[in-house]
């Protein structure tokens, strides 16, 4: 294999590097111009002394990363969701901390995320794709969450994730806490005619029927699987484990079938294997899948800014290699929950959040199942 210039590459390359090495070559740059094109149209020129005539006079791009008004991955805001449509990817927050049960705050969740999106660019090197030049994403901003009233919100929700599934676009929630989850299945499960599976990560099984008296966030699986077209057997939780998984929930799990992989499990059966089992179990008769990414599914150390930290769970690594199997099939949408900024720090939890949403874009795109037209 050559790069574009002809020249072979030598023989020092992993395998893996030099695929992306490669890949790289072959990737286009059209999108990157028309963003060039328009940020000088649209911001200006640069100042004379500038010796780099693609940089405008404001910033209207993905650089300088710092600048900037904070979108997920600087995506355009569109504020006319009724053309939400007309977009591949659609970004919307969730803000709401309401169902949580110890620490608050992934009510900033959705900021937090955007806020350290920024550092990212739309190239990934190792998947070899870049997002610019395959996809378009709008960030609608947020949900209008009440926060005192946690059934107004789910039905706030619901209707906002069902607006934006139905238009054809691939949904990215940003929680809020994971009580979430209850309203976005619906919002999904009510423009599907088959079922809809669940690949859920998470420490907690959630799946009691309350807590405190309501629908907290210790409690979206049961709701969702009470939804006729949502069946408990198509729910795979995991990374469960540890002194948070309470007996209630548990019991729930045994009794309606839903399937449990701890940690130990996944890592002694090997992560490819334990994808494989995640996605037999969850597209089981399944038309369409959703993926609940629990931020506290990683070791505590990884993830500070999180409602109830455990520690024992996955490494980074292994959990963006599951991600990236799981990701390689079709999915419904995404959400990534309990993302709490006021007990974050340096930003490494949203960060996390980030990355987990952008090797799911970028490996539906890699696999063809993104833009939809292309595959699905
Ligand atoms: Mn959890």
Redesign the pocket.
Known sequence: MTESSGRPLHDNYGPEARAAVERESELPTTGWEREVARGLELGLPAADSVVDRRIPTFSRGELPHFAGINTFLKAPFVEDVRTCGEYDVVVLGAPFDGGTTYRPGTRFGPQGIRKISALYGPYNFELGVDLRESITIADLGDVFTIPGNIEKTFDQISKAVGHVYSSGAFPVVLGGD?SIGYPTVRGVSEHLSGNLGIIHF???V?TQETDLDERM?TTPWFHATDIPNVPARNLVQIGIGGW?APRPGVKIGRERGTTIMTVTDCVEMGIEAAAQRALDVAWDGAEAVWLSF?V??LDAAFVPG???P?PGGFLPREVLKFIQLVAAQPLAGIEV??CSPPYDHAEITSLIATRVICDTLGCLVRAGHLPRSAGD
């Open positions: 994971h998470d420490r907690h959630d966030h948070q629990d506290d599914c999180t409602g109830w455990e929950v309990e």
